[in-house]
């Protein structure tokens, strides 16, 4: 019988900058962000790297004093990987990986293989895939003899590991080939959303890991996966929901990231289009996260991509349950009250102010505030039902005339 080992998780550091783009307070919570995908991959961080430049070294990303100083941590520690916060080029790739003699991956890589882990459909698959190949394409001159060498683990699944000597002409082939692919699969869920009928459509958007899954199960009553990971949801789950009598689709969708990779934004663009034909966003926050605002404006930024900024939008405010705001000691004359400091009401108040009370707040998982919840959506949803068919009251007489 065989020893069941403790963990099997790969040992890991972590290398970051702090420049004048990004302060130490950013820099670190990237970071913690990057230990957050790291974990989400199998990874076991044993130490954080940072140092102040004013730009990335354009050869090896870090200087060469702080390079040693890693070197002989991977030595002195047997080190997996290293994991860089910002998409390496390909020939900073090669320069450190030919010093630090370990697998070498950045950010962009690291969020890869995490899709490439999480898909299970063959949509879904296909559409990382892609994404893989093309953020491979540029790299191949320096990466088939470092996957000879270490194969498997974060940042190998999928293509490379398979595929090894696939030449260029090869990749760009596969490429053209999965684009097709999804093209065809794209007209098929474009017929699929053409027949689901003239139900208002709601769609939740939001940050990766701030609780939508399980907004979407206490809403549908549904059994969608969901887990305290990132990126737990790749494939767009659709679910018809009744309020009070008032039926409409409900989709959940994957979730967003700050410095999300473009090879992923835009082959997942289609599954994003249950977004761009919603009638109604509700974008979940994590408030009990305190950068929870910059996710905010990470998730409105992809919303701008795709063209759904202006769309109506609930702001739902989740995890109140695990929100600690940070106190001041009475005798404590010289901090100085912040954003940090402010209680839920506090919260609330703000945003209710900002979004002209389209704002809520709730546990999804204690199930706090929820009935109010369901009465702001099923008002929003009954809003556009009546604009949209104001001639149908006598298809559903209770919507038009009663509350929920």
Same mark, same amino acid.
């Given at each position: 019988?065989?020893?069941?080992?403790?963990?099997?998780?790969?040992? &890991?550091? *972590?290398?970051? !900058?702090?420049?004048?783009?990004?302060?130490?307070?950013?820099?670190?919570?990237?970071?913690?962000?990057?230990?957050?995908?790291?974990?989400?991959?199998?990874? %076991?961080? *044993?130490? $954080?790297?940072?140092?102040?430049?004013?730009?990335?070294?354009?050869?090896?990303?870090?200087?060469?004093?702080?390079?040693?100083?890693?070197l002989a941590?991977?030595?002195?520690?047997?080190?997996?990987?290293?994991?860089?916060?910002?998409? *390496?080029?390909?020939?900073?790739?090669?320069?450190?990986?030919?010093?630090?003699?370990?697998?070498?991956?950045?950010?962009?890589?690291?969020?890869?293989?995490?899709?490439?882990?999480?898909?299970?459909?063959?949509?879904?698959?296909?559409?990382?895939?892609?994404?893989?190949?093309?953020?491979?394409?540029? $790299?191949?001159?320096?990466?088939?003899?470092?996957?000879?060498?270490?194969?498997?683990?974060?940042?190998?699944?999928?293509?490379?590991?398979? %595929?090894?000597?696939?030449?260029?002409?090869?990749?760009?082939?596969?490429?053209?080939? *999965?684009?097709?692919? !999804?093209?065809?699969?794209?007209?098929?869920?474009?017929?699929?959303?053409?027949?689901?009928?003239?139900? &208002?459509?709601?769609? !939740?958007?939001?940050?990766?890991?701030?609780?939508?899954?399980?907004?979407?199960?206490?809403?549908?009553?549904?059994?969608?996966?969901?887990?305290?990971?990132?990126?737990?949801?790749?494939?767009?789950?659709? $679910?018809?929901?009744?309020?009070? #009598?008032?039926?409409?689709?409900?989709?959940?969708?994957?979730?967003?990231? $700050?410095?999300?990779?473009?090879? !992923?934004?835009?082959?997942?663009?289609?599954?994003?289009?249950?977004?761009?034909?919603?009638?109604?966003?509700?974008?979940?926050?994590?408030?009990?996260?305190?950068?929870?605002?910059?996710?905010?404006?990470?998730?409105?930024?992809?919303?701008?991509?795709?063209?759904?900024?202006?769309?109506?939008t609930l702001?739902?405010?989740?995890?109140?349950?695990?929100?600690?705001?940070?106190?001041?000691? %009475?005798?404590?004359? &010289?901090?100085?009250?912040? %954003?940090?400091?402010?209680?839920?009401?506090?919260?609330?108040d703000t945003?209710?102010?900002?979004?002209?009370?389209?704002?809520?707040?709730?546990?999804?998982? #204690?199930?706090?505030?929820?009935?109010?919840?369901?009465?702001? &959506?099923?008002?929003?949803?009954?809003?556009?039902?009546?604009?949209?068919?104001?001639?149908?009251?006598?298809?559903?007489?209770?919507?038009?005339?009663?509350?929920?």
């Amino acid at each position: 019988m065989l020893e069941k080992k403790e963990h099997d998780y790969e040992r &890991v550091i *972590l290398i970051g !900058l702090i420049t004048k783009l990004q302060n130490e307070d950013k820099s670190k919570e990237y970071l913690d962000e990057l230990e957050f995908l790291a974990y989400t991959a199998g990874g %076991e961080v *044993l130490k $954080r790297f940072t140092q102040k430049l004013e730009m990335p070294n354009p050869k090896t990303f870090i200087g060469t004093g702080k390079m040693e100083e890693v070197l002989a941590f991977v030595q002195d520690n047997e080190v997996g990987t290293a994991i860089f916060d910002d998409e *390496l080029s390909p020939a900073q790739q090669k320069n450190i990986e030919k010093i630090l003699r370990c697998k070498i991956i950045d950010r962009t890589n690291l969020i890869l293989d995490i899709f490439a882990q999480r898909a299970t459909t063959s949509y879904a698959r296909t559409q990382v895939e892609l994404a893989q190949y093309e953020y491979l394409l540029p $790299r191949l001159a320096g990466m088939w003899t470092h996957l000879e060498r270490q194969r498997g683990g974060i940042g190998m699944r999928g293509p490379g590991e398979t %595929e090894i000597e696939t030449d260029r002409r090869i990749v760009r082939d596969r490429i053209a080939l *999965l684009k097709k692919k !999804l093209e065809s699969i794209d007209k098929q869920m474009a017929v699929q959303r053409g027949n689901r009928g003239s139900l &208002v459509r709601v769609a !939740l958007v939001g940050y990766t890991n701030v609780g939508k899954s399980t907004l979407m199960n206490v809403i549908s009553k549904s059994e969608v996966f969901a887990e305290n990971k990132l990126f737990a949801t790749l494939d767009t789950t659709v $679910r018809k929901v009744v309020i009070g #009598n008032l039926p409409f689709l409900l989709s959940d969708t994957v979730g967003f990231i $700050r410095k999300l990779p473009t090879q !992923l934004v835009e082959s997942f663009k289609s599954t994003l289009d249950e977004v761009r034909e919603a009638d109604l966003l509700l974008h979940v926050v994590d408030i009990s996260h305190p950068s929870f605002e910059d996710h905010i404006e990470s998730v409105n930024q992809i919303l701008d991509e795709i063209k759904s900024r202006n769309k109506p939008t609930l702001m739902v405010f989740n995890k109140i349950d695990a929100y600690h705001p940070e106190t001041i000691a %009475e005798d404590d004359l &010289v901090t100085e009250r912040t %954003e940090a400091h402010f209680s839920i009401q506090e919260w609330e108040d703000t945003w209710m102010a900002r979004t002209h009370g389209d704002s809520i707040f709730i546990s999804a998982v #204690n199930k706090e505030n929820l009935e109010n919840f369901r009465k702001m &959506v099923y008002e929003k949803v009954r809003k556009i039902h009546i604009t949209r068919f104001p001639y149908n009251n006598f298809l559903y007489p209770e919507i038009y005339h009663e509350e929920p």
